[in-house]
């Protein structure tokens, strides 16, 4: 099945400050998703991002289908983004969302 | 939009007990239903899956089960739990046809005492 690596494994951010978060996938793709985890164990979807780029406030992210990586982008970070951030993928044979291993994100006031 | 009801919230059981676990879904017909268990924080892994009702396929070896009596409902079992089926359990849907992707409980925290 298709494999799900992404980086940094943890981070520490400062409030206020910008970062960008990894995913790589070892198959081609027809569904890409990148969710936030938040304290309560909660899934937020984020964004549905099999190519491309979307935004959505202080959020974005960008697919390259091609190259096989997706990033996530968090602007002017508050602490209640602190969480883990989970991108997930279907590769175009399968049927089942496999999970990367997260990023965890500490913001600090 | 679909959303998808699971319970409990939590729950402790002993070693030996029984489970079910629920999760239903609304806004949509026809849903592929998962379950999944995250272990120690990170990592989600798929149990089961499920494309109609009556049909189930396991992804893992294990000592749970799963049902789906209805087109919205999914039952994640077990006859007898084992300590190292303590997790958090989440219920995801996905509509097949609309090209969006999936959307997930708010998951159930399960300790095995």
């Known amino acids: 099945g298709i494999q799900v690596e992404q980086s940094p494994p943890d981070l520490i951010l400062q409030e206020g400050a910008n970062s960008t978060l990894r995913c790589n996938f070892s198959?081609?793709?027809?569904?890409l998703q990148w969710f936030h985890q938040n304290p309560w164990g909660q899934l937020i979807n984020l964004f549905y991002?099999?190519?491309g780029t979307k935004q959505n406030g202080r959020l974005s992210a960008t697919t390259v289908a091609t190259e096989r990586y997706s990033l996530l982008y968090i602007s002017s970070s508050q602490t209640t983004d602190s969480g883990v951030y989970f991108c997930a993928a279907i590769n175009n044979a399968g049927n089942m969302l496999t999970f990367g291993g997260g990023t965890r994100l500490m913001v600090k006031p | 939009s679909q959303t998808i009801h699971q319970w409990p919230a939590t729950l402790v059981q002993p070693v030996g007990s029984p489970l079910s676990l629920e999760c239903t879904v609304e806004g949509t017909s026809n849903p592929n239903l998962y379950w999944y268990r995250q272990a120690a924080g990170r990592g989600l892994q798929l149990l089961f899956y499920s494309v109609g009702i009556g049909q189930i396929s396991s992804e893992v070896p294990q000592n749970l089960s799963a049902s789906r009596p209805q087109d919205r409902q999914f039952i994640l079992s077990s006859k007898k739990l084992l300590l190292s089926d303590s997790g958090f359990y989440l219920c995801a849907s996905r509509d097949p046809f609309s090209g969006y992707g999936y959307t997930f409980g708010s998951g159930t925290r399960l300790t095995v005492v």
């Open positions: 991002i099999p190519s």
């Open positions: 198959d081609s793709v027809n569904n």
